[in-house]
């Protein structure tokens, strides 16, 4: 699935226009890639988490020529799936099950501070339309 196709499933499924569906998406993408940035931790309940892992300098390898090269310490992104999902695609690789492979069952994002009134600040598009959508789960 690419990041259009993902819009495409959003403005169809919940009736948004493409643009409306694509800055939502935007939007999520932005906010997570702003927290991984400052380090922090993303988990998405049935789905997975999102971590920044640091990796100190080494000396690797160039494969053309064998000579050593010193490379940087560097911070990347890693991903670990979620038991629900992991369960999931492994029961989906047996049968043939939806296409999507999550069914019926959404993965829940998980907040580390509950809110109890409407929020103010970064993420205002995604928690605007979570608080509008009365489908959209409030944890």
């Given at each position: ?11 169809d ?16 993408f932005s906010?997570?890639?702003d ?6 931790k993303i988990?998405i ?12 300098a080494?000396?690797?390898?160039n ?9 940087k310490?560097?911070r ?6 979620g ?19 999550m069914?019926s ?8 501070q ?13 928690h ?8 959209a789960?409030?944890?």
């Amino acid at each position: 699935m690419t990041k259009a196709d993902l819009i495409a499933v959003i403005a169809d499924k919940l009736k948004f226009p493409w643009a409306r569906a694509e800055l939502l998406v935007e939007e999520i993408f932005s906010s997570m890639a702003d927290s991984l940035m400052r380090g922090e931790k993303i988990e998405i309940r049935g789905f997975g988490s999102f971590t920044v892992r640091q990796y100190r300098a080494y000396d690797g390898r160039n494969p053309r020529t064998g000579a050593t090269v010193p490379v940087k310490p560097k911070r990347l992104a890693f991903f670990k799936v979620g038991k629900e999902l992991r369960e999931r695609v492994n029961d989906g690789r047996r049968s043939t099950g939806s296409q999507t492979g999550m069914g019926s069952q959404v993965p829940r994002v998980w907040w580390h501070q509950p809110f109890t009134q409407k929020p103010e600040h970064s993420l205002s598009l995604v928690h605007e339309f979570c608080w509008q959508n009365p489908l959209a789960p409030h944890e």
